[in-house]
């Protein structure tokens, strides 16, 4: 979760508000579940060019980055292949995903709250009060899709530019050090000591199969930053739903058939937008309070003009 990113040295949009809810909800969540799976992090962002140097002094010299940031001077220890320059962004954090999903779906198991199988869009009804799926009644159904919305045939109208990414789990024990490291690909040990490291962007290849290609592309990298052995003992894929027309979230009811919602977009920031996102829906479907116009699932750009509101 980073308040920083791309090669821009962008701000994400909404970024304090993000920030606000992530810190707020992920405490709440590790209470409700007893088990730590949040952490406030330190990133160790490193530039890749003097060209990106000097952007970050013009960024810094805005004023509008110093509350996300910590050390901003010359950075050189044993992890590193060579002298580098960089900063810290102290503004950050981590969602241990798999075990968050574990802890849940156990929680869901014990409490009969989770059905496994197949579904099927042609069983939905659509009541003048609500939705009925097989032998479940609801007020509403919120799909959490990702990139395969593409095949739900109430919201495929939202087009998306999906993008496939791998991850390697290292085995690393001279890597020590605390903070996640990004140049490029990140480096950094979980809370459970695992050592991760990625990401790779592709675009044709929509799977989450694991690719030689891939794997090459993330070794090849630490190699050339750092100066740790590794062994991978692990390799996953997966995809990103990015929304084609603007690269942001869709959250909110489907514009005809309002007993069906969506919260999906979130492609490569969704550790840092769901807890915002996740909150506007709930308020929006419990309280009738307005979803954030550029989150809206509503607005006008994702679709065609008869069929928006």
């Given at each position: ?136 009644s609801a007020k509403g159904i919120i799909f959490c899709e ?84 590794f062994e991978v003992i692990g390799h996953t894929a997966g ?33 840092l937008q769901a807890p915002f996102a996740t909150e506007q ?29």
């Open positions: 979760m980073n308040p920083i990113t791309g090669k821009r040295l962008n701000r994400p949009y909404l970024i304090d508000e993000l920030l606000t809810a992530a810190f707020r909800v992920y405490p709440q969540v590790e209470n409700l579940l007893g088990t730590p799976i949040f952490q406030r992090r330190t990133i160790l962002r490193l530039h890749r060019s003097e060209i990106e140097q000097r952007q970050w002094k013009m960024r810094l010299a805005s004023g509008g980055y110093v509350k996300y940031i910590g050390q901003t001077d010359s950075i050189a220890t044993g992890t590193f292949s060579h002298s580098v320059n960089g900063f810290e962004i102290t503004r950050a954090g981590h969602l241990d995903v798999p075990h968050f999903i574990k802890i849940v779906r156990d929680r869901f198991f014990a409490t009969a709250r989770l059905v496994e199988t197949e579904f099927d869009y042609s069983e939905i009804q659509i009541l003048d009060q609500g939705t009925k799926w097989r032998d479940y990702g990139y395969q919305m593409s095949r739900n045939p109430f919201f495929n109208a939202i087009e998306l530019n999906p993008a496939k990414g791998e991850i390697l789990n290292l085995h690393a024990p001279e890597f020590s050090e605390e903070r996640i490291i990004q140049h490029g690909k990140w480096l950094f040990r979980t809370q459970s000591g695992d050592v991760k490291a990625g990401t790779t962007y592709s675009w044709d290849r929509l799977d989450e199969t694991p690719t030689e290609t891939g794997r090459q592309q993330i070794e090849d990298a630490l190699r050339n930053f750092t100066n740790i052995s995809v990103r739903p990015v929304i084609r027309a603007d690269n942001r979230p869709v959250i909110g009811r489907h514009p005809q058939y309002r007993s069906l919602a969506i919260l999906n977009g979130f492609g490569s920031k969704g550790v829906l709930i308020a929006h479907l419990e309280k009738r309070k307005p979803i954030h116009p550029d989150f809206n699932i509503c607005r006008n750009s994702l679709w065609p003009q008869q069929m928006t509101v």
